[in-house]
């Protein structure tokens, strides 16, 4: 949970306050890698997607976003396909 929270100022609501979290998180990359995604850390030899996943958040390539922040990004990706579809 430290990992996850090394960004959070004092003070500050946790993004994460359960371990949960993070095994949720751990296994949606876990089956997106199964699916086809790219690892975004370097893999070793017959590595399982778990912990391919898991390696992924160690080192901060993964990310648990906060209410705000998944928000924000949903925003944005619609604010861009409007924009696409008003090109077309």
Known sequence: MNVVNKGVEEGEEPVISSRYSIVMATSKRARQIIAGDEPMVKVK???KPLSIAV???NQDTLRILTDEE???LEETAEETEETESTEE
């Open 70 to 72: 998944k928000a924000k």
């Open 55 to 57: 390696e992924e958040m």
């Open 45 to 47: 030899d017959k590595q």
